[in-house]
């Protein structure tokens, strides 16, 4: 059974940092692609923030983290992580990170993700 929980999200002002944390049992993340996804609300659309590739870990951005934020892996501790600096209001959002077993370097479409975490709350106040 493949599992993923997100912790990190919280309340800060802009400006602030959050570093959010995807762990994950069931899948040893060096072998898959393993992204970061942002939503507005339920049923809204998930837009792709960040993903990092198999094997080397080789990192890619969306326009809008480029810059701010950084997402790494621990391979001992099984666990992605997207360190997120100078936040603004329109980072607000529910975070997931999610595993993909498409055989790509990266993917940006959720289709293509297969696992996904519960979720957690950024909120980025003025």
């Known amino acids: 059974q493949v599992r993923l929980v997100e912790s990190g999200g919280g309340s800060v002002q802009a400006g602030g940092s959050l570093r959010l944390s995807c762990a994950v049992s069931g899948r040893t993340l060096d072998n898959y692609v393993v992204g970061w996804f942002r939503q507005q609300a339920p049923g809204k659309e998930r837009r792709w923030v960040a993903?990092?590739?198999?094997?080397?870990?080789?990192?890619y951005y969306a326009d809008l983290a480029t810059g701010r934020f950084t997402i790494s892996r621990d391979s001992a501790e099984n666990t992605v992580y997207l360190q997120m600096n100078s936040l603004k209001p329109e980072d607000t959002d529910v975070y997931f990170c999610?595993?993909?077993?498409?055989?790509?370097?990266?993917?940006?479409?959720?289709?293509?993700?297969?696992?996904w975490g519960q979720g957690t709350q950024v909120t980025v106040s003025s």
């Open positions: 993903a990092i590739s198999r094997s080397a870990g080789n990192t």
């Open positions: 999610a595993v993909s077993e498409s055989g790509g370097e990266f993917v940006i479409f959720d289709y293509e993700y297969k696992f």
